[in-house]
């Protein structure tokens, strides 16, 4: 686990619990934490993080998205799902396992922090490492674990630990190599209460007209809201 993971999980540990109706989208970043450079702007659906600090140290700036709360905690691997949509900006490229999805891995039950499964852009090999969507049921986007081994896919990673969870606390986003990215379409567990559509059973019944897109966009039917679940598009 990097620095800048470790700085995060000081900064944002706590109870991963069901999301509640009121559970934004909020920013960290190496600037307001202090100590480091980079700094997150929220948008309309997402954020804009920002890496570029120009010196030549690449690895003393970060910055990143989570939600307060998620649903994700105590879940099995195999029941999580997670997902962003990136865009880099002129000048920028995917670099040095940047920007990636952070999983915090509960390896013995206890609800407490083993270490930190990730995976980044330039591990899926199925589209741009710039501009995309990364999402956990990729079949090919790589799982590197911090405490040692890497998989082709997030359902590989489960398989091979079924007695694995999320623990108690906060899967987030992040950049911490040089850059600028627009991150949106963030799904990170924040769950029904916050209106956003994250099941495919969700969506039916006429439960698509309630649920949204992470972005706040309406779905036009119940495919356009399975569609939305299945790709975060």
Known sequence: ??????????????????????????????????????????????????????????????????????????????????SFTYAASAGTTASGGSPRLSIPIDTNADGVTDNYAFIDTLGCNDGSANTGTLSLSDSTCTVAYGGGGSWVSWAAFAAANPTWK???????????????????????????????????DECKKGGWADLTRANGTSFKNQGDCIQYVNTGK
């Open 1 to 82: 686990m990097s620095i800048f993971a470790l700085v995060l999980v000081v900064a944002i540990l706590g109870s991963g619990s069901t999301a509640v109706a009121a559970n934004p989208l909020l920013c960290f970043s190496g600037t307001t934490d202090g100590g480091f450079n980079g700094t997150c702007t929220l948008i309309a659906g997402g954020a804009v993080l920002n890496t570029f600090d120009g010196d030549t140290n690449p690895n003393n700036n970060y910055a990143g998205v989570f939600f307060a709360t998620s649903s994700l905690s105590g879940k099995p691997l195999s029941a999580v799902s997670a």
């Open 166 to 200: 999320v623990s108690n606390s906060l899967p987030f986003v992040i950049a911490d190599q040089p850059g600028m990215w627009t991150i949106t379409n963030v799904q990170l567990g924040q769950g029904e209460a916050a209106g956003v559509a994250t099941k495919k």
